[in-house]
């Protein structure tokens, strides 16, 4: 069973950037689709990038596109979101998921099996 874990989180000025890390902790995440969600208290989570395993394509939500980059280190097991310039909106807790390859998640959350616990991102103003 694969178990992804995130870091990076923590409180940045608006306009600053954050690189939130998903490192497969148990097993490899090489076969599988990952993807980033985030979440506001009172909020529904929302999907924010992804990344396919097939061939490397990535994904994007609208309000995060020009400003967050996602990207796989294979040989780390992990993927990263490289976030610049934050703004309050983007304060929210950070979820990683996983995904069978084959299923194409995207940004379907129901799609993903496996998730993290979260890394709370901030942004001050």
């Known amino acids: 069973q694969v178990q992804v874990v995130e870091s990076g989180g923590g409180l940045v000025q608006s306009g600053g950037s954050l690189r939130l890390s998903c490192v497969g902790s148990r097993s490899s995440i090489e076969y599988f689709d990952i993807g980033w969600f985030r979440q506001v208290p009172g909020k529904e989570r929302e999907g924010v990038a992804c990344?396919?395993?097939?061939?490397?394509?990535?994904e994007y939500a609208d309000p995060v596109k020009g400003r967050f980059t996602i990207s796989r280190d294979s040989a780390k097991n992990a993927v990263y979101l490289q976030m610049t310039s934050l703004n309050v909106e983007d304060t929210a807790v950070y979820y990683c998921?996983?995904?069978?390859?084959?299923?194409?998640?995207?940004?379907?959350?129901?799609?993903?099996?496996?998730w993290g616990q979260g890394t709370s991102v901030t942004v001050s103003s």
């Open positions: 990344i396919r395993r097939q061939d490397g394509s990535t």
């Open positions: 998921a996983a995904a069978p390859w084959w299923i194409s998640a995207a940004l379907n959350q129901s799609a993903y099996d496996y």
